[in-house]
T-cell receptor
Framework: DTEVTQTPKHLVMGMTNKKSLKCEQH?????MYWYKQKAKKPPELMFV???????INESVPSRFSPECPNSSLLNLHLHALQPEDSALYLC???????????FGDGTRLSIL | EDQVTQSPEALRLQEGESSSLNCSYT??????LFWYRQDPGKGPEFLFT???AGEEKEKERLKATLTKKESFLHITAPKPEDSATYLC?????????????FGTGTRLTIIP
């Protein structure tokens, strides 16, 4: 069992819907990450939060909006997504940004 | 730009047949090299971190080694449960850069 918990595990949404992905960790880690992973590809970094502040945004379209309400919680708000946004969305955390990242099992997102 | 190349892309072994996976990298000052295992539909599971040339880490049937240009993941007498995709990632020493650069992975299949 992973110590990074992501909900929901699966999500199907239409292109006009608004939904949110949630990630939680209770390891006291101060860096949290969102990745996107397409089939048979490595994870692609989207956002990094360090000490609850956004430190890296990898030029992600504005239809993806991250939020870090506190040091244990990370959200990804989704709006007006495109079919090509269908993927596995992974959350990860690390103690300080320079130690190993620990991943959740992801949310499988399908855009109709 | 940091780059990571993994080979082979896919590897099929008989149970008990030892082999090695390769990860070649170029990075502007290595902070750390990470090995992960990923099962289908799951997030990457952290295996090892290597920080300097000559370093070695072991866990059960896996042993990771590091030189200035590449890392090897040696698997000894593998079992079917070792079947997975193995990902290598590097992190540069740039201050404030928490980003991991991943290779495309090696899909390992162990045949009973």
């Amino acid at each position: 069992d992973t110590e990074v918990t992501q909900t929901p595990k699966h999500l199907v949404m239409g292109m006009t819907n608004k939904k949110s992905l949630k990630c939680e960790q209770h390891m006291g880690h101060r860096a949290m990450y969102w990745y996107k992973q397409k089939a048979k590809k490595p994870p692609e970094l989207m956002f990094v939060y360090s000490y609850e502040k956004l430190s890296i945004n990898e030029s992600v379209p504005s239809r993806f909006s991250p939020e870090c309400p506190n040091s244990s919680l990370l959200n990804l708000h989704l709006h007006a997504l495109q079919p090509e946004d269908s993927a596995l969305y992974l959350c990860a955390s690390s103690q300080d940004g320079f130690t190993p990242q620990h991943f959740g099992d992801g949310t499988r997102l399908s855009i109709l | 730009e940091d780059q990571v190349t993994q080979s082979p892309e896919a590897l099929r072994l008989q149970e008990g047949e030892s082999s090695s996976l390769n990860c070649s990298y170029t990075v502007s000052g290595l902070r750390g090299l990470f090995w992960y295992r990923q099962d289908p539909g799951k997030g990457p599971e952290f295996l090892f971190t290597l920080y300097s040339a000559g370093e070695e880490k072991e866990k059960e049937r896996l042993k990771a080694t590091l030189t200035k240009k590449e890392s090897f993941l040696h698997i000894t007498a593998p079992k079917p449960e070792d079947s997975a995709t193995y990902l290598c990632a590097v992190q540069a020493r740039d201050f404030g850069n928490e980003k991991l650069t991943f290779g495309t992975g090696t899909r390992l299949t162990i045949i009973p």
